[in-house]
């Protein structure tokens, strides 16, 4: 198999190229939660200017709400001007107004950095996606798409463990972690020389077609964005659901007598770690299954996992439970992209992908808000076990469309809803 540019595959964690854009992903995790264990010293440290309690806490949400709004406009962007140097360039101002927390000395003005950290975020992720459709296809793809999950997984781990070690020292220092990714310029460097010399052999055609894409047509535009919305609309809504664990687990663990922070950090290692090697299969898993039942076994192991959390609050329950959660998700995450840059047509990759990023920090924002009131009137079980039930419904829904496809239902061209060919 070959990359659809033409060049001979290698092993994917050998590529340059594909190593770059998958440690690309793992800034999605750093972004916010990096400087977590620095909170509370960096909010003494600030003690004195108004309102410094609620907004160093919105320090760690400010970029996923800029990312909300600016993603679908980078999307259009990368569509209309090229992905690699729109992707360099988040990249680049990522590290730079990341890491500006270490210097300013202002509340304000690192508030002002972290929501230019979130616009460069939305170019970045944005880029990334449309870039990963450009470069891979076929059983390639959906092992890029396994990698994310592996790398953005253990780059949390590697980032918020060394965030701690750092604060330790000063609640300065964890911002310096944001400069990391100025490393991975030089291996983007090649893929914004390739398609500059695309550009420059078709100056007036939109960069998103030089690599041989056609413009679809008004029915075919119809056709695939519907169905980005409604896969928009289902990464929100999972991604919501999901956000129940880093969100709500801690209140959980501390209402059912145990130490939230200890307890917290047990249930989140298992999930990560669980769905870090369980991604390192997804290709094969979505090779032998096609995209359909993936999604399926996915979304039914997460509802098992919440099942688990129902059932009652002791630790023989939540670590598998919180484990089996990590494992679906590890299938539904990648299956969503890979579906999305089925869905679209070449030149609208950097829109989709813009779709669905917004769509996916939308969800992780508006989850306290949708399930803090429920958790508070029926209490976590009952919650959980809904989410169960709500999951096995999204399985259900998903092998009804391997198995049993409206005769009138028209699929996008690009559309694979069978297993790839290898």
Same mark, same amino acid.
Request: hydrophobic letters at 55%; glycine letters at 10%.
């Given at each position: 198999?070959?990359?659809?540019?033409?060049?001979?595959?290698?092993?994917?964690?050998?590529?340059?190229?594909?190593?770059?854009?998958?440690?690309?992903?793992?800034?999605?995790?750093?972004?916010?939660?990096?400087?977590?264990?620095?909170?509370?010293?960096?909010? !003494?440290?600030?003690?004195?200017?108004?309102?410094?309690?609620?907004?160093?806490?919105?320090?760690?949400? +400010?970029?996923?709400?800029?990312?909300?709004?600016?993603?679908?406009?980078?999307?259009?962007?990368?569509?209309?001007?090229?992905?690699?140097?729109?992707?360099?360039?988040?990249?680049?101002?990522?590290? =730079?107004?990341?890491?500006?927390?270490?210097?300013?000395?202002?509340?304000?003005?690192?508030?002002?950095?972290?929501?230019?950290?979130?616009?460069?975020?939305?170019?970045?992720?944005?880029?990334?996606?449309?870039?990963?459709?450009?470069?891979?296809?076929?059983?390639?793809?959906?092992?890029?798409?396994?990698?994310?999950?592996?790398?953005?997984?253990?780059?949390?781990?590697?980032?918020?463990?060394?965030?701690?070690?750092?604060?330790?020292?000063?609640?300065?220092?964890?911002?310096?972690?944001?400069?990391?990714?100025?490393?991975?310029?030089? =291996?983007?460097?090649?893929?914004?020389?390739?398609?500059?010399?695309?550009?420059?052999? !078709?100056?007036?055609?939109?960069?998103?077609?030089?690599?041989?894409?056609?413009?679809?047509? !008004?029915?075919?535009?119809?056709?695939?964005?519907?169905?980005?919305?409604?896969?928009?609309?289902?990464? &929100?809504?999972?991604?919501? &659901?999901?956000?129940?664990?880093?969100?709500?687990?801690?209140?959980?663990?501390?209402?059912?007598?145990?130490?939230?922070?200890?307890?917290? +950090?047990?249930?989140?290692?298992?999930?990560?770690?669980?769905?870090?090697?369980?991604?390192?299969?997804?290709?094969?898993?979505?090779?032998?299954?096609?995209?359909?039942?993936?999604?399926?076994?996915?979304?039914?192991?997460?509802?098992?996992?919440?099942?688990?959390?129902?059932?009652?609050?002791?630790?023989?329950?939540?670590?598998?439970?919180?484990?089996?959660?990590?494992?679906?998700? +590890?299938?539904?995450?990648?299956?969503?992209?890979?579906?999305?840059?089925?869905? +679209?047509?070449?030149?609208?990759?950097?829109?989709?992908?813009?779709?669905?990023?917004?769509?996916?920090?939308?969800?992780?924002?508006?989850?306290?808000?949708?399930?803090?009131?429920?958790?508070?009137?029926?209490?976590?079980?009952?919650?959980?076990?809904?989410?169960?039930?709500?999951?096995?419904?999204?399985?259900?829904?998903?092998?009804?469309?391997?198995?049993?496809?409206?005769?009138?239902?028209?699929?996008?061209?690009?559309?694979?809803?069978?297993?790839?060919?290898?």
């Amino acid at each position: 198999m070959t990359y659809s540019n033409g060049r001979p595959e290698t092993s994917l964690w050998r590529d340059a190229t594909a190593l770059a854009l998958l440690l690309t992903a793992s800034l999605k995790i750093m972004a916010n939660a990096t400087i977590s264990p620095a909170l509370p010293a960096l909010e !003494a440290s600030f003690s004195g200017e108004p309102g410094a309690a609620y907004l160093v806490r919105f320090l760690v949400s +400010a970029p996923s709400l800029t990312v909300v709004l600016v993603a679908p406009l980078a999307g259009f962007a990368i569509d209309r001007f090229g992905r690699s140097w729109l992707l360099m360039a988040g990249v680049l101002v990522f590290a =730079l107004s990341g890491s500006a927390g270490a210097y300013l000395n202002d509340l304000t003005a690192i508030l002002v950095s972290r929501l230019l950290l979130g616009v460069a975020l939305a170019f970045t992720m944005t880029a990334q996606v449309a870039l990963a459709g450009d470069l891979f296809q076929g059983n390639r793809r959906s092992a890029f798409m396994g990698g994310q999950v592996v790398a953005i997984n253990f780059g949390g781990f590697l980032f918020i463990g060394g965030a701690g070690l750092l604060a330790g020292v000063s609640p300065r220092l964890p911002f310096l972690i944001y400069a990391l990714p100025l490393l991975l310029l030089p =291996l983007l460097w090649p893929v914004m020389k390739q398609e500059y010399q695309k550009r420059k052999s !078709a100056p007036d055609m939109p960069a998103s077609l030089t690599n041989g894409a056609s413009e679809p047509s !008004a029915a075919q535009a119809g056709s695939w964005l519907t169905f980005a919305l409604g896969l928009a609309g289902l990464s &929100m809504v999972t991604v919501m &659901m999901f956000f129940l664990m880093p969100s709500q687990l801690p209140f959980f663990l501390d209402a059912s007598g145990f130490d939230g922070a200890t307890g917290t +950090a047990l249930g989140l290692g298992a999930l990560t770690l669980s769905g870090a090697f369980t991604a390192l299969k997804f290709a094969a898993i979505r090779s032998r299954l096609g995209l359909p039942c993936t999604f399926s076994v996915g979304f039914l192991i997460m509802g098992c996992g919440f099942a688990t959390l129902a059932i009652y609050p002791a630790w023989q329950f939540i670590i598998p439970g919180c484990a089996l959660i990590g494992i679906g998700y +590890a299938f539904v995450q990648p299956a969503l992209f890979l579906a999305a840059l089925d869905i +679209a047509p070449s030149a609208r990759r950097g829109t989709v992908s813009g779709m669905i990023t917004t769509s996916m920090f939308l969800g992780q924002i508006v989850s306290p808000f949708v399930f803090t009131p429920a958790l508070q009137s029926y209490g976590f079980e009952a919650v959980y076990a809904a989410s169960g039930v709500v999951f096995v419904v999204f399985a259900s829904v998903a092998l009804a469309v391997r198995f049993f496809k409206p005769a009138r239902m028209t699929v996008p061209s690009e559309l694979s809803l069978e297993k790839p060919e290898l």
